[in-house]
């Protein structure tokens, strides 16, 4: 069982926005502003694209964003592409007992 | 160009070791705190280590913690993960990830090696 609870899939179709939440406790997502998320394409390594909670680097499209309200913290896609279908993880620091945890992915599929 | 290469992986008995390694190019190791990441196969991901840009701090999870043990090498801008008892849920693409620089505050991959597959079997 992951550490950060996502749901296992999302879905809309081109041009909607689609939001996927990420789920922790007040020791990991709710005590630091270091939320993280990835993208992963089938058979690629996972790709940053968002960081300190709502952070882009540089090359992701504006359509990325990220939230965090408590201890839930959220990934926004905005105007879907067909290419943002992938599965998307969320990660957090999670303290000195257990540094890093992720989510379990989410699915997301552009309809 | 800025890349990650993660070498060493392969078919291992149960209780045998392996040795990770991953050849850093295009950035100044020594700058960085780096991560070991894996993914079991049609799983999640799982953070497995961390290592301070000097070496002076190590961190591991709970599955790993006591068998595994990280460590780099700047001058050859490399990384290690010595893998010792391995267990068959051990089995995993482990990716080799760059932190977040040794002189700011955060936690995050912003590069990933392509990984290199582990497979625990008898």
């Known amino acids: 069982q992951s550490a950060l609870t996502q749901p296992p899939s999302a879905s809309g179709s081109p041009g909607q926005s689609v939001t996927i939440s990420c789920t922790g406790t007040s020791s990991d997502v709710g005590a630091y502003n270091y939320v993280s998320w990835y993208q992963q394409h089938p058979g690629k390594a996972p790709k940053l694209m968002i960081y300190?909670?709502?952070k882009r680097p540089s090359g992701v499209p504006y359509r990325f964003s990220g939230s965090k309200s408590g201890n839930t913290a959220s990934l926004t896609v905005s105007g879907l592409q067909a290419e943002d279908e992938a599965d998307y993880y969320c990660?957090?620091?999670?303290?000195?007992?257990?540094?890093?945890?992720f989510g379990g992915g989410t699915k997301l599929t552009v309809l | 160009e800025v890349q990650l290469v993660e070498s060493g992986g392969g078919l291992v008995q149960p209780g045998g070791s392996l040795r990770l390694s991953c050849a850093a190019s295009?950035?100044?190791?020594?700058?960085?705190?780096m991560n070991w990441v894996r993914q079991a196969p049609g799983k999640g991901l799982e953070w497995v280590s961390y290592i301070s840009s000097s070496s002076s701090t190590t961190f591991y999870a709970d599955s790993v913690r006591g068998r595994f043990t990280i460590s780099r090498d700047n001058a050859k801008n490399s990384l290690y993960l010595q893998m010792n008892s391995l267990r068959d849920e051990d089995t995993a693409v482990y990716y080799c990830?760059?932190?977040?620089?040794?002189?700011?505050?955060?936690?995050?991959?912003?590069?990933w090696g392509r990984g290199t597959l582990v497979t625990v079997s008898s």
């Open positions: 990830t760059r932190g977040v620089m040794a002189t700011i505050s955060g936690w995050y991959f912003d590069l």
């Open positions: 990660s957090s620091h999670g303290g000195s007992n257990n540094l890093g945890v």
């Open positions: 300190d909670v709502s």
């Open positions: 295009g950035f100044t190791l020594i700058s960085y705190n």
